[in-house]
């Protein structure tokens, strides 16, 4: 197939799924039934397409997205092959914006994986055309029992379009098939009710099929795609990756059954000119240029390495694109579509399609690529990642590496959506914060071998915030004479607790309440910077201060000595002096827990839950003896969790953590924290 594949030809899927399932070794399986590789790699071997960098080798599970091609029956298929860690999952949210089916992949072992959970609300959510894939169906001698975990997920909406055969060692078609057994029953019963499911969505088609009693797979095709856009239908398939079982047949549906570009549900654009209301890219590649940056890599060899996907029009090698909405023109120097870290070069891309640029460092993932003659400030509608909340302080081995440390934090973070980097200006302490102990540990390991910084790393501080929770008033006359010019202001402010949704980033509003100009404009700015300093290094305990309004009502000022200097001070000890006064306390964050434990063990999971000052929302029974506990919990007693959760549940148990909200530290921690910082003497600016 040449590079100027038409748009219907072309299947674009993300294997999604919890980790060690086998969505790597699908994606082996996949290239292999397709002629791509002339060897089935594996995990185990580390000589798989998919898990290409050492890291992912190592470990035995992929810590990175990875995409592939393969071309079959005049179709091509652009396959994304994504980590199943929670660690990970912000790497697997950027690849969901550029499929047009997910498929989430599962077995016997990982029915309740929170994972699947996450990725099957947001397929729903997000209205993602998503079907269901169980691998390693050779290893379970009965197959129902995940059949039934699976439809208590998926409701009714889940039907298989194929069935495990001879123990799991065969396949067999229910959806063109009406006859045969299988290791589920009579084929009959499956195919009449992935029909049934299919014709809802059709009056037309329905009437049709009840008068004739059967119908013929072409005319099912629109129905098909429109029951998998409404969510209306999640086609379920079985294989063995391994050995192949069932992969031929699974090739197979992706060809048919698998939305083009042009049936899948676009991904939902904004601009601003519309104030936000959305706008639909058509798939047509004579259209002007759409396409949006969904992963940002660093190639020793090749550079920033950026992956696209082309929602509209075309995009050539040699092109002058704009980036988001900016003037400056660009030129795709490079194009090339991807097979794991081999790269193949291209001349374009037509729309639908899914490549790579190279050698592009103003590129960052979620950048829009056009050609200026589509709407100005177009934006893809991102999906939130949870807040990392797991941390670690962390500072070179080797002095004098500072700056090499922060050029390679910096990239890391244009790489990975749910890895955030934060300098605490009270303690001095660079934390890095991620999705968990395992995010964590690559992060260190990335550092080393591909960056060449080794650190030394510590448990963080935990994020506290200092508040106050009444109104009070702060002046400071600031008065300095050392022989020359002297320094002079003096300022009256007001301050007051606000919701954090009032307030700016930094959690502070400003506002003018002076009158007959006693504090001149020009040194508002001044006194905004000093107020900003002392927020950012705390006032009783050395954290951050959040969801503060300050009124600026009085002042005066100097004929000569008044300069920006001395407001700056002016207004950093002034609100010092407010502070103190308006009954400050300090928060602590709190995170939601959803646990995922063997129900036997629920008891002890909520005893060591009260034990850190938690609080059960919620208990949700699934099979197998297997039950969710929703919980809140302040992120100081739950920071080292894993472990214990591991120890109570013999090693079975499981969790995500994600930032809730903040509340009232209790006293008792208030009164340690505060007797325990030591703030540096104030000194005169």
Request: hydrophobic share 40%; with cysteine.
């Amino acid at each position: 197939m040449t590079n100027n594949t038409k748009t219907v030809g072309i299947r674009n899927i993300a294997l999604v799924g919890p980790a060690g399932v086998g969505k790597t070794s699908l994606l082996e399986a996949l290239l292999f039934e397709a002629g791509v590789t002339k060897k089935l790699g594996t995990v185990e071997n580390g000589d798989t397409v998919g898990d290409h960098d050492p890291i992912s080798r190592d470990l035995g599970h992929s810590i990175e997205t990875s995409l592939a091609h393969l071309e079959a029956h005049g179709v091509h298929l652009n396959i994304i092959d994504t980590p199943g860690s929670m660690d990970f999952f912000g790497k697997t949210t950027n690849a969901l914006q550029a499929a047009d089916l997910v498929v989430l992949v599962t077995d016997a072992r990982s029915m309740h994986d929170p994972v699947l959970r996450r990725v099957a609300r947001l397929a729903e959510e997000r209205s993602f055309p998503h079907m269901i894939v169980v691998n390693k169906i050779d290893r379970e001698e009965d197959m129902r029992p995940v059949v039934s975990a699976l439809q208590d997920l998926f409701g009714a909406a889940l039907r298989p379009i194929d069935l495990p055969q001879d123990h799991g060692h065969a396949v067999v078609d229910c959806f063109e098939a009406d006859s045969g057994t299988s290791d589920l029953g009579p084929v009959a019963g499956f195919h009449s009710g992935v029909i049934d499911q299919i014709v809802e969505v059709d009056e037309a088609l329905m009437e049709r099929y009840l008068n004739d009693g059967a119908l013929p797979p072409l005319p099912l095709h629109d129905a098909f795609e429109k029951a998998l856009r409404e969510s209306h239908l999640v086609p379920l398939a079985f294989c063995s990756a391994r050995d192949r079982t069932g992969v031929r047949q699974l090739l197979a549906d992706f060809i048919a059954l698998a939305p083009c570009p042009t049936e899948g549900n676009p991904r939902p654009f904004t601009h601003d000119a519309d104030r936000g209301e959305n706008w639909k890219p058509e798939s047509n590649p004579a259209l002007p240029l759409v396409a949006h940056v969904w992963k940002i890599a660093a190639d020793p060899y090749v550079g920033r390495l950026a992956s696209i996907r082309v929602h509209q029009g075309t995009i050539a090698k040699d092109m002058a694109v704009h980036i988001d909405g900016q003037k400056k023109l660009i030129h795709i120097k490079h194009l090339y579509r991807a097979q794991g870290k081999k790269l193949i070069e291209v001349d374009r891309l037509g729309a639908g399609d899914i490549g790579v640029v190279s050698k592009l460092e103003e590129l960052r993932t979620g950048n829009i690529l056009h050609d200026g003659r589509v709407p100005i400030g177009l934006h893809l509608k991102g999906i939130d990642v949870p807040t990392p909340m797991q941390g670690l302080a962390i500072e070179p081995t080797i002095k004098g590496a500072e700056a090499k440390l922060s050029d390679a934090l910096h990239k890391l973070i244009l790489e990975d959506p749910a890895f955030e980097v934060a300098h605490v200006a009270s303690t001095g302490e660079t934390v890095i914060r991620g999705m968990g102990e395992l995010h964590l540990r690559v992060i260190v390991r990335m550092l080393a071998e591909r960056f060449g910084v080794t650190i030394e790393s510590r448990p963080p501080r935990i994020p506290y915030r200092e508040t106050i929770t009444a109104k009070a008033d702060g002046h400071c006359r600031h008065k300095k004479q050392t022989g020359g010019a002297g320094q002079f202001a003096e300022v009256f402010l007001r301050i007051e607790p606000i919701a954090d949704s009032e307030a700016d980033p930094q959690g502070l509003e400003m506002a003018d309440e002076t009158f007959g100009g006693s504090v001149p404009r020009q040194f508002f700015p001044a006194i905004e910077k000093g107020v900003r300093q002392a927020m950012s290094s705390g006032v009783i305990a050395g954290y951050p201060v959040r969801g503060i309004k300050v009124s600026i009502y009085d002042g005066k000022t100097h004929a000569v000595d008044s300069k920006e200097i001395a407001f700056v001070a002016a207004g950093r000890k002034a609100f010092l002096d407010a502070f103190k006064k308006a009954s400050p306390v300090l928060m602590e964050p709190f995170v939601e827990l959803e646990i995922t434990a063997p129900t036997d063990s629920l008891g002890s999971v909520a005893a060591d839950l009260s034990g850190r000052r938690g609080r059960i929302l919620d208990t949700q029974s699934l099979a197998g003896d297997t039950s969710v506990v929703k919980a809140q919990a302040p992120l100081a007693e739950v920071a080292t969790y894993a472990n214990t959760l591991k120890s109570m549940t013999r090693g079975t148990g499981s969790f995500i953590m994600e930032y809730s909200h903040d509340d009232f530290a209790p006293a008792i921690v208030q009164q340690q924290l505060i007797s325990a910082w030591k703030p540096h003497h104030d000194q005169d600016d």
